[in-house]
C-alpha cells in the first residue's frame, strides 16, 4: 500500500514530489506569484459576479461574506481539480523514464497528486490567514480537524487518480472527457452555493456527490466552528478508503501492460 512503498522508495518519492513543485509551479520568479494570485483573482472574480453583481444571498451568509463561504471550499477544489488533471499524463508523460529506468509507476502518481495538494495546501492556510487578519471569523483551532479531513480528500483523490491515469494510457482521449467532467462537477458540487438552495429532486443528487460530504463539513468546521459525528462520517471514511483501495488495484493490475501501449 500506500507508506510501506513511499517508506521504502522515500527518497525517489521525495525527488519526484520536490521535482513536481519546482517544474510545475516554482520554476521562475512569476511562478511564486502565480500559485497564490491565479485562485485569489478567481475568488475575486466569483465575488463580483454573484455578491455584487447578482447580490446573491442566503442563511448561510447571515454571520460571514460570499469570499469566507466560497474560499472554504475552492481552494481543496483546486487541489482536487489540478491532481487529478496532473495524473491522468503522469504516465504517459514519462514514457521515457519508465523505459530506461526501474521505477514503480505509481510514485508518478503519489507525486503529482501530492504536489498539487501541498501547493494549494499551503495557498488554502494562506488565504485562511488573510481572511483571519482581515476581520473573518474563523476557527482556527479547529485546524487539527480540518487537515484530518483533508488527509480523507487527499486518500480520495487517489483513488480516481490512479483509475484515470492507468485508463489514460489505453485511451488517450480521456484528457478530453476528463476536462468536460470537472467543469461539470464543479458546478454540481456546493462550492459557490449551499445544498439548502438546491430544490428536490437535485437536492437528493447533490447530497450524494461525494464531493459535497467535505466542502459542507469543511465550512462547518471553519466557519461555524462545528464538529459532529454520524454514520455519515464512517461511510465517507469506508468509501475513500473502499476508493483508494481499488483505485490502486487496478492500476498495478494494468501497469504490467504499461510498456506496450507507450
Known amino acids: 500500500m500506500i507508506i510501506p512503498l513511499i517508506f521504502q522508495s522515500r527518497s525517489i518519492f521525495y525527488q519526484l514530489w520536490l521535482r513536481e513543485i519546482k517544474n510545475r509551479y516554482l520554476g521562475s520568479i512569476s511562478g511564486y506569484l502565480w500559485v497564490l494570485f491565479q485562485p485569489i483573482a478567481q475568488l475575486a472574480l466569483y465575488a463580483l459576479v454573484f455578491a455584487t ?38 504516465i504517459t508523460n514519462h514514457a521515457h523514464v519508465l523505459k530506461k529506468v526501474a521505477l514503480a509507476p505509481e510514485l508518478l502518481i503519489y507525486s503529482t497528486v501530492g504536489g498539487s495538494y501541498a501547493v494549494h495546501g499551503t495557498g488554502f492556510l494562506f488565504i485562511l490567514a488573510i481572511l483571519t487578519i482581515f476581520g473573518a471569523h474563523i476557527h482556527l483551532l479547529m485546524l487539527p480537524w480540518v487537515l484530518l479531513l483533508l488527509g480523507l480528500w487527499l486518500l480520495f483523490t487517489l483513488g480516481l487518480a490512479f483509475i484515470l491515469a492507468a485508463l489514460q494510457v489505453f485511451f488517450r482521449d480521456m ?3 476528463l476536462a468536460s467532467v470537472l467543469m461539470l462537477l464543479f458546478y454540481a458540487s456546493p462550492i459557490l452555493y449551499p445544498i439548502s438552495l438546491v430544490p428536490e429532486p437535485f437536492h437528493t443528487l447533490l447530497l450524494l456527490n461525494p464531493l459535497s460530504y467535505f466542502f459542507d463539513h469543511l465550512r462547518e468546521l471553519l466557519l461555524f466552528g462545528e464538529m459532529s459525528f454520524s454514520v455519515i462520517d464512517g461511510v465517507a471514511v469506508l468509501l475513500s478508503a473502499a476508493l483508494f483501495a481499488v483505485g490502486l488495484w487496478f492500476f498495478r493490475r494494468c501497469a504490467h501492460q504499461f510498456e506496450a501501449f507507450l
Open 53 to 90: 453583481i447578482f447580490k446573491v444571498r442566503f442563511p448561510e451568509l447571515a454571520q460571514h461574506s460570499f469570499v469566507e463561504f466560497v474560499a472554504i471550499a475552492l481552494w481543496p477544489w483546486l487541489a482536487f481539480q489540478e491532481g487529478i488533471q496532473r495524473a491522468l499524463g503522469a
Open 175 to 177: 484528457e478530453h472527457i
